[in-house]
């Protein structure tokens, strides 16, 4: 990764996940006031210690009652996108 930018605007894109930290990442953090997705991951981006993945799969937030209802019904559905296994 060469940079780090929260919420880039991307085309076709979408900046959502997670993240998975050593618990070093404490060290990075210097205050109450430290805002993560700014100083430490910029840090961690320019000593080449943060990475991403791109996924290229089905995505669909769940971030309200109405996705979680619509997520729902496509399970229910027995054809869910997401579900790539037999």
């Not at 880039?8 to 997670?18: E, R, V």
């Not at 943060?50 to 496509?74: C, I, P, Q, S």
Request: proline share 5%; hydrophobic share 40%; aromatic share 20%.
């Amino acid at each position: 990764m060469l940079n780090f930018a929260e919420k880039p605007q991307l085309d076709g894109w979408a900046s959502a996940g997670f993240f998975v930290f050593n618990r070093r990442i404490f060290d990075y953090l210097t205050d109450d006031d430290c805002i993560l997705e700014r100083e430490p991951l910029e840090r961690l981006t320019r000593e080449g210690q943060l990475a991403a993945y791109r996924h290229v799969g089905f995505f669909y937030a769940m971030d309200t009652y109405r996705e979680y209802k619509y997520l729902n019904e496509l399970w229910a559905s027995g054809r869910p996108p997401w579900r790539v296994w037999e």
